[in-house]
């Protein structure tokens, strides 16, 4: 077999045809400029449809995450190791032990938490006894604003605050005396007798039914820990500063020692219900791509078909396949990002809106949000994140569906080509 | 020298069913500067010769030699290459790109061969002028008549400067006055530019005017005849 041998003038590497064929990709899809409107349309509106849903998923889920974080957890917690699977006072941890520079770099939330058995009269509860830093844990949890009746405590009184759930149970009422038995620090026992100084009411019932809080070094001395800790709490502006909190957290206490867990660790059930609730949106959203992908197929099928004839003579007049395959996908990729830019450019706006200015819900429903410490608004997610990730699944869909047309042009013969 | 050269050229389709014998050992040589018109009945045989010279098709056997190159032995790639370089198509249905303006359908296939901007449009200003269409080079096709888009085909087969034009049927579509004007054209690049043309026609317009008519006879040369 010889080799064509063929000499062309000498051209400047930029003059490249690839730039023509752009330029005839785009004017091709104005050939039939209403269905190229409504392909772009339909994946305009896919965009925004998954941009907005996405966003309201996201947002709603953070929402909810970020209150029940900021209602008692934190978005990270710093324990003594094997505290979190064995949680009993010999886990406790002395906070003289934690590095200073850690203490002055972080906002932490003291913690001594254990159990008890509570009791008045002829009724005895167990219970959830919290001894904490009264300003520390207003500044995060806002506890003061859970009180409905009596008064906050202080950090040398000798009040308690008592969950109304609790409360109710056990016939008790503000000014009453509440005695709590338990083990303490290293199997003493623990025995003592609080005036309650105020009710506080929390949304979940569990909290509500079973939570006695006291000052920090209150719950010490009924405990006899000395200056023990069970947890410190980290309080964080938001979800954002987590990342770099557990970065400095974990670099500066000894992992042999402490235990540092965020708040995916610490709840692991709500992030598992965000999960499966994510998955179920995913798959609503997917099964709209497919009927994208399939408008946008029918869309490809009938650009290449009906140029069939054309594309015969371009192979005919030395076009190479390669070429012909690149304005195609050209073609294609062009619907998707035009459709998936303006579908994102429309859903950034909306997005933003109902960021800054939330959904309020109202009747039973709101009700329902303020009982679990959660501020009864729907919300928008606001990142690129979301955007982004519409335009790359729509270029995805693009390039898969692109297979077709470079499939049929390489199979392509002029001289039948040109029959049709 | 020959640009064409064909010998003993068979072509059989169906070769394994029904087969049907499109070539019949054609011989033909065809020398640089011809204007030269392949004429037959439906059937005979002229369309796949054509295709089979312009590399479009392959022959079942025989040998077909274009511009010195033994063609039928090339791949795809490498026959779409020599079709870019060595050939000009004309075909019936003008086959102009619709979305391209006179001079960009014009500078088309030296774009293919990425040759500088330069080149190109000093090219196109020549060859717009020679077919008469300077006025009209940033128009689009649909805005021309029939005979117009026939005689950009003709400029876009020229830019190249390719080894010969193979025209099917050219004037197939056009009224009598546009097919006079085409074929003055060709003449006039045929006679003044040593343009080699070699036309599949049954036109009597292109028959009268070619200076050598080849008959093809259920896939045979019948007549093979020197006008003057």
């Given at each position: 077999m010889r080799n064509v041998t063929l000499h062309l003038t000498p051209h400047p590497f930029f003059l490249i045809p690839e730039k023509m064929f752009l330029k005839l990709a785009w004017r091709n899809l104005w050939r039939n400029k209403r269905r190229t409107i409504i392909s772009i349309s339909s994946v305009l509106f896919a965009v925004l449809f998954a941009s907005v849903i996405s966003s309201f998923q996201k947002g709603t889920w953070d929402h909810m995450v970020d209150n029940v974080v900021r209602y008692y957890l934190g978005y990270a917690q710093i324990h003594q190791n094997g505290f979190w699977d064995d949680q009993s006072l010999e886990n406790s941890f002395d906070p003289q032990s934690v590095p200073a520079s850690l203490q002055s770099e972080m906002q932490l939330t003291p913690r001594l938490e254990s159990f008890a058995l509570a009791s008045s009269g002829e009724v005895t509860r167990g219970v959830l006894v919290v001894g904490i830093d009264p300003e520390k844990e207003d500044e995060m949890t806002r506890l003061k604003s859970r009180l409905t009746q009596g008064q906050y405590l202080e950090m040398n009184g000798s009040t308690v605050l008592v969950a109304e759930g609790l409360a109710s149970l056990l016939n008790l009422k503000v000014a009453d005396t509440l005695i709590l038995v338990s083990q303490g620090y290293q199997g003493r026992n623990a025995a003592g007798a609080y005036p309650i100084g105020g009710m506080v009411k929390f949304g979940a019932p569990d909290l509500n039914k079973q939570l006695v809080i006291m000052p920090l070094p209150l719950a010490r001395d009924f405990y006899g820990t000395?200056?023990?800790?069970t947890s410190l709490a980290v309080n964080l502006p938001g979800r954002d500063a987590l990342p770099e909190a557990l970065q400095v957290l974990n670099k500066e206490l000894p992992a042999d020692e402490f235990e540092v867990m965020d708040f995916k660790k610490l709840m692991p059930e709500l992030i598992e219900a965000q999960e499966l609730d994510t998955a179920g949106a995913k798959l609503i959203l997917w099964t709209l791509y497919l009927l994208i992908g399939f408008g946008l197929f029918g869309t490809i099928l009938m650009m290449t078909r009906e140029r069939t004839y054309e594309f015969g003579v371009l192979t005919a007049i030395g076009t190479k396949r390669k070429t012909l395959i690149g304005m195609l996908w050209s073609e294609t990729l062009m619907i998707g990002i035009v459709g998936a830019v303006l579908g994102i450019l429309i859903s950034i706006p909306i997005v933003w809106y109902l960021h800054v200015s939330p959904i309020e819900l109202t009747g039973n429903m709101a009700k329902a949000y303020e009982n679990y410490g959660i501020e009864p608004v729907i919300k928008t997610a606001f990142e690129m994140g979301i955007f982004l990730k519409q335009a790359w699944v729509i270029s995805l869909i693009s390039c898969g569906l692109a297979i077709y047309p470079t499939w049929y042009i390489w199979n392509l013969k002029p001289v039948k080509a040109m029959r049709e | 020298m020959s640009v064409i050269e064909a010998k003993n050229l068979t072509k059989v389709y169906n070769p394994d069913t029904v087969p049907v014998n499109a070539l019949q050992g054609v011989d033909l040589t065809i020398e640089k500067g011809e204007f030269t018109a392949i004429v037959g009945p439906s059937g005979s045989g002229k369309t796949t010769l054509l295709n089979i010279i312009g590399g479009l098709d392959r022959p079942s056997d025989g040998v077909i030699r274009v511009d010195g190159e033994e063609i039928a032995n090339l791949t795809d790639n490498q026959l779409i290459d020599f079709r870019q370089k060595k050939i000009g198509f004309v075909f019936q249905s003008y086959n102009l790109i619709p979305v391209l303006t006179v001079a960009e359908n014009t500078e088309f296939v030296m774009l293919l061969q990425k040759r500088p901007k330069a080149e190109r449009d000093k090219r196109v200003a020549e060859l717009l002028e020679s077919v008469g269409l300077s006025e009209k080079k940033n128009v689009r096709p649909s805005q021309l008549s029939g005979g117009q888009q026939q005689r950009v085909a003709v400029a876009r087969a020229l830019a190249p400067k390719p080894a010969f034009i193979l025209a099917d049927e050219p004037t197939a579509n056009l009224d009598s006055a546009s097919a006079s004007n085409l074929l003055d054209i060709m003449e006039k690049l045929n006679r003044e530019e040593g343009i080699t043309f070699v036309f599949s026609t049954h036109d009597s317009r292109v028959i009268d005017r070619a200076k050598r008519v080849v008959t093809l006879v259920d896939g045979k040369i019948g007549t093979d005849v020197v006008q003057h």
């Open positions: 000395g200056e023990r800790l | -």
